[in-house]
């Protein structure tokens, strides 16, 4: 049940693009974006809503396909900052899962 | 300023002892989880509730135990009857339990079975 992302990790160096993709063998209504630092709390990024819907803020954007099931995350021009894991979520059935993670590293 | 708080941020336990975790919210959210992580994975859903008096079990429930009396509290037993539970626990809520609804995170109990 659980969306399976892809890739498991990466390492960027600071200004490089990455892209983290989500995809679910069920049907996807919506999809959740978080990000969790070592050791705190996940943050929630964005939810897609819809179908083709495409989001994003600053350097970092998401689009869902929900016919293929998947959606993908952008992150252009990567900062220190962004490291961490992120992880998509979904809704399937009554429950919510969350994906199995990307480790996201960015150096300098 | 509104939020969610989860205590004690370190907890440890003796084998065979049940323990108590706590999760308190100001947000006036109606949906409330829990969640466990494991180092390197993700995280599992152990309970959910959508409203007062009311929750369901997430797919590891087994050795857990929620109540659910107020809206702002949502408090997680683990019992002597969870096999392996040192883990990170993770409290949220969500302002309903439809899929539309982002989950605001309090900062965790990393417990220690000793």
């Known amino acids: 049940q659980q969306p399976v992302q892809s890739p498991q990790a990466v390492i960027l160096r600071e200004g490089e693009d990455a892209v983290i993709n989500c995809s679910s063998s069920?049907?996807?209504?919506?999809v959740h974006w978080y990000r969790q630092k070592h050791g705190e709390a996940p943050v929630f990024l964005m939810i897609?809503?819809?179908?083709?819907e495409q989001k994003g803020h600053e350097k970092i954007s998401a689009s869902f396909n929900e016919k293929k099931q998947q959606s993908s995350l952008y992150l252009t021009a990567s900062q220190l900052s962004y490291s961490g894991t992120y992880f998509c979520g979904t809704e399937l059935g009554n429950q919510f899962y969350f994906g199995t993670g990307t480790s996201l590293t960015v150096i300098p | 300023d509104g939020g969610i708080t989860q205590s004690p941020k370190y907890l440890f336990r003796k084998e065979g002892q049940n323990v108590t975790l706590s999760c308190e919210q100001n947000?006036?959210?109606?949906?409330m989880y829990w969640y466990r992580q494991d180092p390197g994975q993700g995280l599992r859903l152990i309970y959910y509730s959508q409203i007062v008096n009311d929750f369901q079990k997430g797919d590891i429930a087994e050795g857990y135990s929620v109540s659910r009396e107020k809206k702002e509290s949502f408090p997680l037993t683990v019992t002597s009857a969870q096999k392996n539970p040192t883990a990170f626990y993770l409290c949220?809520?969500?302002?309903?339990?439809?899929?539309?609804?982002?989950?605001?995170f309090g900062p965790g109990t990393r417990l220690t079975v000793l």
């Open positions: 949220a809520s969500s302002i309903d339990g439809a899929s539309g609804g982002k989950q605001f």
């Open positions: 947000l006036n959210h109606d949906a």
């Open positions: 069920k049907a996807l209504y919506s």
């Open positions: 897609l809503l819809k179908g083709g």
